[in-house]
């Protein structure tokens, strides 16, 4: 069974700081793997997509890598600012499943202080 | 371009009443997928559809029921609304349920549904 996990939970950063968020999962056989924002009372926006063919993509500030064969995912976050702040969550779609379901981790809220 | 269109934002129901979460989408979206998102439960998946006319159920589909008579359109209907009915439910598309890794899916604002 297909289980994603993301550490830390929570994280307090000062602005400016570049900071990582973790994923793994326990299955290697995906299609892909999406990193969404989720801001309180608001559905959740795509921020990336990765392919499992693979191994980053960048947009602006923020950088995602995959490395399938160990079952993890970063989300690179540059000068972090305030308007970053939000819950991050990441999200794979199984291989093997043809129900297109996507698994997500439970999410890793994010502070940025002024 | 709107997107995912969900719609109402926010329901309060009695227990035993019905209703139905309309979901919209302009991409000409194939699949389309409903999840609830629960506290310490994550985002579950209710039902999905491949297509017009094919619906099927996820993980969590009792109480619910779908139907997909346009592409772009996928409704859920609560039967009879129960307290454990209280969440918020979130509607998405992607162009196939997967098929290839370059397939985003998009999300709707959300609904947030309490049962009193």
């Known amino acids: 069974k297909q289980e994603v996990t993301q550490i830390p939970a929570a994280l307090s950063v000062p602005e400016g700081e570049n900071l990582v968020l973790n994923c793994s999962f326990t299955d290697s056989a995906i299609y892909n793997l999406q990193w969404f924002r989720q801001d309180p009372g608001k559905g959740l926006t795509s921020l990336l997509l990765i392919q499992s063919s693979q191994r980053e993509q960048t947009s602006g500030r923020l950088n995602a890598s995959l490395d399938k064969s160990s079952g993890r995912s970063t989300l690179y976050i540059a000068a972090s600012q305030p308007g970053d702040s939000a819950t991050y969550l990441c999200a794979v779609r199984k291989r093997s499943s043809n129900t297109g379901k996507l698994i997500f981790g439970q999410g890793t809220t994010l502070q940025v202080k002024p | 371009n709107a997107g995912v269109t969900q719609t109402p934002k926010f329901q309060v129901l009695k227990t035993g009443q019905s209703m139905t979460l309309q979901c919209a989408q302009d991409?000409?979206?194939?699949?389309m997928s409903w999840y609830r998102q629960d506290p310490g439960m994550g985002l579950r998946l209710i039902h999905y559809s491949v297509g017009a006319g094919i619906t099927d159920q996820g993980e969590v589909p009792n109480g619910y029921n779908v139907s997909r008579s346009t592409t772009e359109d996928f409704p859920l209907r609560l039967l009879s609304a129960a307290p454990s009915q209280t969440s918020v439910y979130f509607c998405?598309?992607?162009?196939?349920?997967?098929?290839?890794?370059?397939?985003?899916?998009?999300f709707g604002e959300g609904s947030w549904l309490t049962v009193v």
């Open positions: 991409m000409n979206h194939e699949y």
């Open positions: 998405a598309s992607s162009y196939a349920a997967g098929g290839y890794g370059g397939n985003t899916i998009y």
